[in-house]
């Protein structure tokens, strides 16, 4: 697994909205767009950390300075592990946050193909496999069709 690792000057307001470019397995290029808060606590971090250029994303030492090029996926574990011990959190995986954003997003009502295009998934089918789809006896899809069909 190769770490997910902004790199800075791809950062591009269109639409509204902030956008990164992520390079993650396999140097799949993801564009994820980000609230302006997240944009904004991006930037205080990069002018704390003086990136100018580069990575956006960085190893740091326990000195608290950044070194090396980027981060690897073991840096990606440590972190998630990291913060999981501190909430009392066992078994928490970089991967169970992609889940759950993707469900957060589906709940909100984001299409499918949107959420494909967040997690960088070559196909639909994978992004389906997060959902861990089950059927909603209590509103059955099919019940919408009444207003639809109605005269």
């Known amino acids: 697994m190769r770490a997910a690792t902004g790199r800075t000057g791809q950062s591009a ?3 509204g909205h902030w956008a990164i470019d992520l390079v ?5 290029v993801r564009t994820v767009t980000m609230p302006i808060w997240v944009k904004s606590t991006v930037d205080r971090w990069m002018a704390a950390a ?6 956006v994303f960085r190893a740091v030492c326990r ?8 981060t690897s996926g073991n840096d990606i574990w440590y972190v998630v592990r990291s913060c999981a011990q501190r909430i ?3 078994h928490l995986a970089p991967q169970d946050l992609r889940r759950t954003c993707a469900k957060l997003c589906r709940v909100a009502g984001s299409e ?14 994978t992004t389906e496999r997060y959902f861990g789809c089950m059927q909603n006896l209590e509103e059955p899809v099919n019940d919408r069709f009444g207003s639809l069909l109605a005269p």
Request: proline content about 0%; cysteine-free.
């Open 13 to 15: 307001k269109g639409q």
């Open 24 to 28: 993650g397995k396999g140097d799949h």
């Open 50 to 55: 003086a990136v100018t250029e580069g990575r």
């Open 63 to 70: 000195h608290g300075t950044s070194w090396g090029r980027g």
């Open 88 to 90: 009392e959190l066992d």
């Open 112 to 125: 499918l193909e949107q959420i494909q295009f967040l997690l960088g998934h070559a196909s639909v089918l």
